[in-house]
T-cell receptor, first 113, second 111 residues
Framework: EAGVAQSPRYKIIEKRQSVAFWCNPI?????LYWYQQILGQGPKLLIQ????????DSQLPKDRFSAERLKGVDSTLKIQPAKLEDSAVYLC???????????FGSGTQLSVL | RKEVEQDPGPFNVPEGATVAFNCTYS??????FFWYRQDCRKEPKLLMS???SGNEDGRFTAQLNRASQYISLLIRDSKLSDSATYLC????????????FGGGTRLMVKP
């Protein structure tokens, strides 16, 4: 069974530039999550989708971050414009149903210079 | 108070030792509890779910204490390969939808 796919694996940009991350969850998983993990900390939930609807985005900095999951499968997370403090690993995860165990992709390591 | 709290460690233990970690949570309505393991520069992977009656998987035992609002992870006969960061995950909102991670506890098992 294929796991959660994420791309790119690494990204280096300068502050004020834009960046986008892509995630393809495990087939059949209705719930998709984007987490931000800063070095030395636990993952912080940015946004949670159930199919193509948003369940929770209370911790998403909406002035610069946006995410979509148009057809209830793939998802993209965008940052525009990026700040130095956005340097982190962005993890995508999926689960079959809400509150069930998460399966993570390998993450995208973002460095903002 | 953080919604999910863990002692960051590191816990330095010799091979063969028994070690235990706790994770406290603030929302008494939390329904789902998990322990994840994260190796350096890797993604978190599920170690075990935590059930109300407690559960065991080989050398690992997880327990839930609803009255005191914490979960625990016990590792017996520690191996070098157990060295990692252990993350607890708890549902924290009233709808029970939001899976929130603690900051993680780092374990280092030494020969």
């Amino acid at each position: 069974e294929a796991g959660v796919a994420q791309s790119p694996r690494y990204k280096i940009i300068e502050k004020r530039q834009s960046v986008a991350f892509w995630c393809n969850p495990i087939s059949g998983h209705a719930t998709l999550y984007w987490y931000q993990q800063i070095l030395g900390q636990g993952p912080k939930l940015l946004i949670q989708f159930q199919n193509n609807g948003v369940v929770d985005d209370s911790q998403l900095p909406k002035d610069r971050f946006s995410a979509e999951r148009l057809k209830g499968v793939d998802s993209t997370l965008k940052i525009q414009p990026a700040k130095l403090e956005d340097s982190a690993v962005y993890l995508c995860a999926s689960s079959l149903v809400v509150r069930e165990k998460l399966f993570f992709g390998s993450g995208t390591q973002l460095s903002v210079l | 108070r953080k919604e999910v709290e863990q002692d960051p460690g590191p816990f330095n233990v010799p091979e063969g030792a028994t070690v235990a970690f706790n994770c406290t949570y603030s929302n008494s309505a939390s329904q789902s509890f998990f322990w994840y393991r994260q190796d350096c520069r890797k993604e978190p992977k599920l170690l075990m779910s935590v059930y109300s009656s407690g559960n065991e998987d080989g050398r690992f035992t997880a327990q839930l204490n609803r009255a005191s609002q914490y979960i625990s992870l016990l590792i017996r006969d520690s191996k070098l390969s157990d060295s990692a960061t252990y993350l607890c995950v708890v549902t924290v909102n009233n709808a029970g939808n939001m899976l929130t991670f603690g900051g993680g506890t780092r374990l280092m098992v030494k020969p």
